[in-house]
């Protein structure tokens, strides 16, 4: 029990400064195609309009999907095969909240909104689509 309590622990802080370190390098034109997929979604919600009534995504796929993979890929090495399986399975689904919450985070009228902590996302993220160069986490308040 302790090793599922270790591995999602370490795969939780793992995700967390992973979030924000691929996040920054979206914001770097040395990332190449990262960096031109992410631009998009920054014209879609300029600072001037960060909100839509629906999620506008304009990008195929998710191109920060395989930067985890390769981020996370190294685990099938250092795991045992079940905790490797239980860490995927983190990783999808945490990589899955993030994404939803990024769509709430854009929409007006979000049921989301009745809440405070939703409240300090969303102004973080906008503060981010104005000063790129600030709050890559999307889901760790400042």
């Not at 929409?107 to 000063?131: A, G, V």
Request: hydrophobic fraction near 40%.
């Amino acid at each position: 029990m302790i090793d599922y309590l270790a591995t999602f622990f370490f795969t939780g802080i793992g995700l967390l400064i992973s979030e924000n370190i691929i996040h920054r390098f979206a914001h770097n034109p040395l990332s190449g195609d990262l960096y031109r997929w992410h631009r998009v979604h920054h014209i879609v919600y300029p600072p001037e309009k960060p909100l839509s009534k629906e999620y506008i995504n304009k990008t195929k796929g998710n191109i920060f999907v395989q930067y985890y993979l390769l981020g996370f890929g190294y685990l099938w090495f250092f795991l045992p095969q079940h905790l490797f399986f239980f860490s995927t399975f983190q990783i999808t689904f945490y990589g899955y909240l993030v994404n939803r919450l990024h769509q709430e985070i854009h929409t007006l009228n979000s049921p989301l909104e009745r809440f405070k902590w939703f409240h300090i996302l969303r102004s973080n993220h906008i503060q981010h689509h104005i000063e790129d160069s600030k709050l890559y986490s999307i889901s760790v308040p400042k």
